[in-house]
């Protein structure tokens, strides 16, 4: 009965290991790397302009985002944060002022051009400054400057002095 035992499992272990186990073949065999399809090159990049904007609508996003920048210099100036903060935010204030007087007449643009070289000098103040001797007084310019342009070049006062 032993022997009857012993050749049966024999016999199922030899047709087991003849069969295979093709899924298990599968599973650890090195897959073929299929080759990729080289991108298309493109020869003439377009450039996206995006959306049209009016004068008016230029002129608001950049007083705007000069305001905003200009108020983050005074909080720099009064937090006493890093020089290089300070910097970024007058360079920032005075791009945007920049692109404001763009889009002003020659008039306007005079007398946009002196609040832009005091900026520029308060830039340059700050950043020869690298104690911090003076913040309290460039805060003070700071404010000044903000009171003025802020009268003197809103939409409201100008909206007819855009090109």
Not at 94 to 123: H, T
Request: with cysteine.
């Amino acid at each position: 009965m032993m022997r009857k035992w012993f050749i049966f499992i024999i016999g199922i272990i030899l047709v087991i290991n003849l069969t295979g186990c093709e899924a298990f073949v599968r599973k650890f065999t090195r897959k073929s790397k299929k080759d990729k399809s080289p991108e298309e090159m493109v020869l003439a990049p377009e450039e996206w302009k995006g959306p049209k904007m009016t004068k008016e609508e230029q002129y608001r996003q950049y007083f705007l985002f000069w305001k905003s920048w200009h108020d983050e210099l005074i909080n720099s100036l009064q937090l006493s944060s890093t020089q290089k903060k300070k910097i970024d935010c007058a360079q920032q204030a005075m791009k945007n002022l920049i692109g404001m007087r763009s889009l002003l007449n020659e008039s306007k643009q005079k007398q946009l051009d002196v609040y832009l070289k005091q900026l520029a000098d308060l830039q340059n103040s700050i950043q020869s400054d690298i104690y911090g001797t003076a913040i309290n007084s460039y805060r003070q310019d700071s404010d000044k400057l903000k009171m003025n342009i802020q009268q003197r070049f809103s939409y409201d006062d100008i909206k007819n002095d855009l090109l």
